[in-house]
């Protein structure tokens, strides 16, 4: 059961380079049983005892990628509406995964609690283990593991979020926002050089703590924004004595944040990647019938709407105008229709939710889950309930937070508490999200 096999899959940029493979890795499945079994109790035991902090999203139920973002992005909206200026670094961590020191992580498990046979079996689990690599046909001969753990594994993602969790404990000026190894460290204040001068003194701090944990900052893809660049400004970020990069857009968490937070670069990605899955449609629209068309629609172009389409889809209509006309295309073609017909119709007999509707319904899905309290905490206290001491309509509502620019405007804090106050209350009073997603 610690022997594995280790199928080496392609990310980007040149296939020569076997650092632009991930190591994923094919465990025997007795082996995930008695994982998922420890996982289950090891998951109860950090609920219990709130082990882990926050800022963590990663592998953990009622969290995802989308609450992370929700939350850095509030945090933006929120510094640009008070005319702060936010700095956010993004930390790219090499081989996060594969370098963890052994004796290291069974230490901090120790610290949190997880101690006699539990310590020992976590020991036992990642002690004398072996790996080979398989490519094709050819397989590689067997070696032992000493560092890292096992990425496709059940355990190995919880055991790394354990590790990585003090890292938030590092500065106790800077904010953080994880998912497992992908980090971002943020601050925000009303002058820049004040700003930046505190997040070189902290990074200083930050990286201490990687070299202690052995972990390697990849400073190559290390980079930062600053957000709320009204006024030209010269700013500059050192680690270990190296300027880190300086970026008007960068991707975190798969969606591409700008410096003034418009979701202009996230849309012209997402088009070109929906563009791409018209043109595989087009292709095939005579080789298939109605249902592998639709089918081929749900699985290429409807998940880059759907991802964290609560965050960036409330930005300006002019932006998201040509995604419309892409599902609309997309529609077109699967009912071999002509370029100029009516697509309501359409979108009525394929059950199929128009652009703009969607937007409300993922907002209104996140905005039923803060009324009733099961978003994380720091997404949960975005969203404040209206209290009175009188018997007043409309307790059930939330309180509108003031805003002065669109681009508060438009985040969830402010728009979902509109549309969510807007609505009927027998959709609010929905006993579960899916019977509320039904009914709206």
Same mark, same amino acid.
């Given at each position: 059961?610690?022997?594995?096999?280790?199928?080496?899959?392609?990310?980007?940029?040149?296939?020569?380079?076997?650092?632009?493979?991930?190591?994923?890795?094919?465990?025997?499945?007795?082996?995930?049983?008695?994982?998922?079994?420890?996982?289950?109790?090891?998951?109860?035991?950090?609920?219990?005892?709130?082990?882990?902090?926050?800022?963590?999203?990663?592998?953990?139920?009622?969290?995802?990628?989308?609450?992370?973002?929700?939350?850095?992005?509030?945090?933006?909206?929120?510094?640009?509406?008070?005319?702060?200026?936010?700095?956010?670094?993004?930390?790219?961590?090499?081989?996060?995964?594969?370098?963890?020191?052994?004796?290291?992580?069974?230490?901090?498990?120790?610290?949190?609690?997880?101690?006699?046979?539990?310590?020992?079996?976590?020991?036992?689990?990642?002690?004398?283990?072996?790996?080979?690599?398989?490519?094709?046909?050819?397989?590689?001969?067997?070696?032992?593991?000493?560092?890292?753990?096992?990425?496709?594994?059940?355990?190995?993602?919880?055991?790394?979020?354990?590790?990585?969790?003090?890292?938030? $404990?590092?500065?106790?000026?800077?904010?953080?926002?994880?998912?497992?190894?992908?980090?971002?460290?943020?601050?925000?204040?009303?002058?820049?050089?004040?700003?930046?001068?505190?997040?070189?003194?902290?990074?200083?701090?930050?990286?201490?703590?990687?070299?202690?944990?052995?972990?390697?900052?990849?400073?190559?893809?290390?980079?930062?924004?600053?957000?709320?660049?009204?006024?030209?400004?010269?700013?500059?970020?050192?680690?270990?004595?190296?300027?880190?990069?300086?970026?008007?857009?960068?991707?975190?968490?798969?969606?591409?944040?700008?410096?003034?937070?418009?979701?202009?670069?996230?849309?012209?990605?997402?088009?070109?990647?929906?563009?791409?899955?018209?043109?595989?449609?087009?292709?095939?629209?005579?080789?298939?019938?109605?249902?592998?068309?639709?089918?081929?629609?749900?699985?290429?172009?409807?998940?880059?709407?759907?991802?964290?389409?609560?965050?960036?889809?409330?930005?300006?209509?002019?932006?998201?105008?040509?995604?419309?006309?892409?599902?609309?295309?997309?529609?077109?073609?699967?009912?071999?229709?002509?370029?100029?017909?009516?697509?309501?119709?359409?979108?009525?007999?394929?059950?199929?939710?128009?652009?703009?509707?969607?937007?409300?319904?993922?907002?209104?899905?996140?905005?039923?889950?803060?009324?009733?309290? $099961?978003?994380?905490?720091?997404?949960?206290?975005?969203?404040?309930?209206?209290?009175?001491?009188?018997?007043?309509?409309?307790?059930?509502?939330?309180?509108?937070?003031?805003?002065?620019?669109?681009?508060?405007?438009?985040?969830?804090?402010?728009?979902?508490?509109?549309?969510?106050?807007?609505?009927?209350?027998?959709?609010?009073?929905?006993?579960?999200?899916?019977?509320?997603?039904?009914?709206?």
């Amino acid at each position: 059961m610690k022997i594995t096999k280790v199928v080496p899959l392609f990310k980007s940029g040149d296939k020569q380079s076997f650092t632009n493979y991930r190591p994923v890795s094919l465990l025997p499945q007795f082996s995930k049983i008695l994982e998922k079994v420890f996982a289950l109790r090891l998951d109860k035991f950090i609920d219990e005892n709130s082990i882990l902090n926050h800022e963590q999203y990663g592998f953990r139920t009622k969290h995802s990628t989308a609450m992370a973002v929700m939350d850095l992005v509030d945090k933006i909206s929120s510094a640009i509406d008070n005319k702060n200026y936010f700095i956010s670094v993004f930390i790219d961590l090499k081989k996060a995964f594969d370098v963890i020191d052994h004796s290291r992580l069974l230490l901090k498990l120790h610290r949190y609690g997880i101690r006699g046979v539990a310590h020992q079996w976590v020991n036992s689990y990642l002690r004398n283990r072996k790996q080979f690599v398989q490519i094709n046909n050819a397989k590689s001969e067997l070696k032992d593991i000493y560092y890292g753990v096992p990425q496709g594994s059940v355990l190995g993602p919880k055991l790394f979020i354990l590790f990585i969790n003090d890292l938030v $404990n590092v500065s106790n000026l800077l904010g953080t926002v994880l998912f497992a190894d992908d980090t971002t460290l943020f601050y925000s204040g009303l002058n820049i050089h004040e700003v930046t001068q505190v997040i070189n003194s902290e990074l200083i701090k930050v990286k201490k703590w990687f070299d202690i944990n052995r972990l390697s900052l990849n400073l190559n893809k290390t980079n930062y924004i600053l957000f709320n660049n009204k006024r030209s400004c010269d700013v500059s970020l050192m680690i270990d004595g190296m300027e880190i990069q300086r970026v008007k857009e960068t991707k975190f968490l798969g969606v591409m944040f700008d410096e003034s937070l418009t979701w202009k670069s996230h849309v012209g990605y997402i088009k070109g990647k929906i563009a791409k899955a018209i043109g595989v449609l087009y292709r095939v629209k005579f080789l298939l019938n109605l249902s592998g068309l639709l089918t081929l629609y749900h699985s290429l172009i409807e998940p880059y709407l759907f991802y964290c389409l609560e965050i960036w889809g409330a930005t300006c209509k002019t932006f998201t105008q040509p995604l419309i006309i892409l599902q609309k295309r997309a529609l077109r073609i699967i009912n071999n229709s002509n370029y100029r017909d009516h697509t309501n119709q359409l979108f009525i007999r394929y059950k199929i939710l128009k652009f703009p509707d969607l937007v409300e319904w993922k907002i209104l899905q996140i905005m039923y889950r803060a009324n009733t309290s $099961n978003l994380p905490t720091n997404i949960q206290k975005m969203f404040h309930k209206r209290v009175s001491g009188y018997m007043l309509k409309g307790t059930d509502v939330f309180e509108k937070p003031r805003f002065r620019t669109k681009v508060r405007e438009c985040n969830i804090s402010v728009n979902g508490v509109r549309l969510w106050n807007a609505i009927n209350k027998e959709f609010k009073e929905s006993t579960t999200l899916a019977i509320f997603k039904k009914m709206y």
